[in-house]
T-cell receptor, first 114, second 114 residues
Framework: ETGVTQSPTHLIKTRGQQVTLRCSSQ?????VSWYQQALGQGPQFIFQ???????GRGNFPPRFSGLQFPNYSSELNVNALELDDSALYLC?????????????FGPGTRLTVL | AQSVSQHNHHVILSEAASLELGCNYS??????LFWYVQYPGQHLQLLLK??????LVKGIKGFEAEFIKSKFSFNLRKPSVQWSDTAEYFC????????????FGGGTRLMVKP
């Protein structure tokens, strides 16, 4: 078990709704990354937050947005949900936004969009 | 765009068999390389990583991987698998100038028969 926690564990929404997922990073970590893992696929990078600012973004539309708070916890918000947004959303924290820093993953939030 | 390929999607082995899982990446610059494992119902865990130095990397639980720069490969190996190695394995790549954003392969699902 890492010190990264995510809530909720599972979530069911309908198309067009909005969702907020939460992540608490491991103690001492100031960088949070979010990944989307569709069924049967590897995780895909959504974005990263470092010192409360977005510090890199993958190929995801603007309806995917995030926040990082002063305590380094983070939120992922998805607006106008689509069926293809159904996936496991993973949060990972690290000491800093550097390539030589290991990321520690949380257990994920499984989102189902009906 | 950078991509990571894992050619074996499903592998079934008997206990004590040797394991080699392939991973190739497309980026030509300096990279950091990782193998993660996801046991059933658990979060992603780091098995091993390569940043620089000896291209043969030892990880946890008897796993090792060899970085062959000329082949853009980072194959995972274990001489003798156990039933407890049943899991999904993900190769991931991080470019040196891309913070610690990870690009994952599609994963290999390993089943070890007792």
């Amino acid at each position: 078990e890492t010190g990264v926690t995510q809530s909720p564990t599972h979530l069911i929404k309908t198309r067009g709704q909005q969702v907020t997922l939460r992540c608490s990073s491991q103690s001492g970590h100031n960088t949070v990354s979010w990944y989307q893992q569709a069924l049967g696929q590897g995780p895909q990078f959504i974005f990263q937050y470092y010192r409360e600012e977005e510090n890199g973004r993958g190929n995801f539309p603007p309806r995917f947005s995030g926040l990082q708070f002063p305590n380094y916890s983070s939120e992922l918000n998805v607006n106008a949900l689509e069926l293809d947004d159904s996936a496991l959303y993973l949060c990972a924290s690290s000491v800093r936004a550097s390539s030589d820093n290991e990321q520690f993953f949380g257990p994920g939030t499984r989102l189902t969009v009906l | 765009a950078q991509s990571v390929s894992q050619h074996n999607h499903h592998v079934i082995l008997s206990e004590a068999a040797s394991l080699e899982l392939g991973c190739n990446y497309s980026y030509g610059g300096t990279v950091n390389l990782f193998w993660y494992v996801q046991y059933p119902g658990q979060h992603l865990q780091l098995l091993l990583k390569y940043f620089s130095g000896d291209p043969l990397v030892k990880g946890i639980k008897g796993f090792e991987a060899e970085f062959i720069k000329s082949k853009f490969s980072f194959n995972l190996r274990k001489p003798s698998v156990q039933w407890s190695d049943t899991a999904e394995y993900f190769c991931a790549v991080n470019r040196n100038n891309a913070g610690n954003m990870l690009t994952f392969g599609g994963g290999t699902r390993l089943m070890v028969k007792p």
